[in-house]
């Protein structure tokens, strides 16, 4: 395993246009996942073995940490920066971005224009608390202060017909309004505009003529399905983190293209699928997930390799730990996510995210107890083993305190970890506070975090209609592997795989990934009554949408696939299910006998129980459209697991003094 952490300066991008492709050479790939402690690079050179990289991450300009990395791989291939970048053919990154600007609200000052009458609707919500029975809930502030919501005289009614035009006097005057209070970004939600766009697009239109600069968000375009509370929200989180996220992809691009990178930048989405550029400047709340959605993606491909379809995906990294669940091979997708207090209704990867990773903070507070996380020492001062200046105690110190880690072989051998500053760090922060002995303090740390994890899998998994014991738990990040153990067992999870990309599996989840457009329409009716035709016309529509974009990005008609789901729920229920949609070919009874059965089946599975003499209702229909990108495969070693066992011995590397109860002598193996 080839693993590099370093600051060193950027590759030289002089005469960057001077190397020309080789077509003798094989191409690379490069997958790159933006963390909030490291950036991991997965590198791959024709057929050859993936390898390896890590550098630490730069959290206040988070592509020069790319920029580093990039140079540390052209270095170790004996490239000019400008020769690897003449070489790559896919290059695929997540980040961390969108979702921090959100978290640490650090977003852009927005604007926004709805239909008159609902300028509250975003500090009401939906009179409902995230933690609805939580009496000390602070409410979430709103990302656009009510100074800045403006109301405009227009209505589109229910059936999509206009009520009332828009009025363009009025709509000047709040332009005008909203350049003077310096609004970087626009968030336009009106009424119905899912139906008829037509007043949204009119708004648009205008702020193009008199105001170029800002950036723009239409809920018809963003999310163009009913609910309205959802449009509204997760417009606002668009126009939020938007700009920011623009500006980062847009110094990538220019600093990739300035060393002489060729192909085109994808980016990963939350659905776990990858987008141009473009696209995701504009989409920025897709990019809420981005990097945990490249770990999922690799979880998949890991269990196609080894002929797993039910897992759990188990990643920790140094600030937080993602869990997911994957049944027959595909990831449970869900449109009803939280993050930051706000609500984002586009289909995302469902996740439970944790405030706990290695560089998780232990804290003893007034009342005597103990406490990891969410607060994190971060990627510049880090743990108090990394001598940066850090003297809180972390997760990682209490993992060196007990053995587990090799001060000598972190990251490679690169970072030279501390152990005495770890001591000292547990002994007075968490050990004499409670009375307890050095180790005893590092082993409650350890157990109070991995408790929190085992309930983060039993929340996700039952929510889900699941039982975790039937999974298999696939552990990944570069924390993962020293925990995954003792969670397996507080969640009775009897089997446990921990793959040797498990540090970088995020990055090679990226490289996993294919080319993907989310479409949806909402359309309510009856199941019983519904115009079929018309339904074969919707989702011929939106999957006709997702085939153009990919032919026009150079797809063959081969490789390009489409798959229909639709939400629908019972008549006196006001959640809904997602459901796969029967083939539309069939005759309708055939279609609608098969579509209920699919209903009903979801439901008991979820709930337990299902309810035959209900009326079933359509609320949503929904169009998935995947481009098949060149596929980069893991080693092969990794399929095999009893020629793996075989070698045990030639990969044993010594052993190493660990606590266990006992200080006791334990083997230590090379995972590669």
Known sequence: MNIHTSDAARPDAENPGTAKPDSAKPPISIGIDVGGTFTDFVVVEGNSAPRYFKTASTPQAPSDAVMNGLGDIAESHGLSAAELMSRIRLFIHGTTVATNTLLERKGARVGLITTEGFRDLLALREGLKEDRYNLRMTPVEPLVPRPLRQTLAERIRSDGAVEAPVNEEALDGILDELALAGVESVAVCMVFSYLNP?????VAERIRQRHPELYL??????????KEYDRLSTTAVNAYVGPVYARYLERMKEEASGLGLESDILTMTSNGGVTPLDVAARQAVQAILSGPAGGVSGAVAYGRLIGEGDLIGFDMGGTSTDISVIESGDPQVSGEHYEGGWKIAVPMIDLHTLGAGGGSIARVD???TLHVGPQSAGAERGPACYGRGGDQPTVTDANLVLGYLDPGNFLGGRNLLLPDLSERAVRESVAEPLGLSTVDAARGILDVVTTAMAEGIRLLTVRRGGDPRHFSLLAFGGAAGLHVSQVARKTGIGKVYLPSAAPVLSAYGMLASDLRYDFAQSFTASLDVVDLDEVRRLMDRMAGKGIDRLRNQGLADGDIATRFTADMRYLDQIYEVNVTVPDLALDDDS???????LFHERYQTLYSYHQLDQEIR????????TGKLPTVELPARERNARERNDRTGEARKGTRRVYTGTWTEAAVYAAD
């Open 198 to 202: 037509l007043h949204e697009r009119l």
């Open 217 to 226: 968000s239409l809920s018809s375009e963003i999310l163009p399905q009913i």
């Open 366 to 368: 007034d009342g005597g």
């Open 591 to 597: 279609i609608r006998r098969e579509w209920a059965s």
């Open 618 to 625: 359509l609320v949503t229909l929904r169009a998935t459209v």
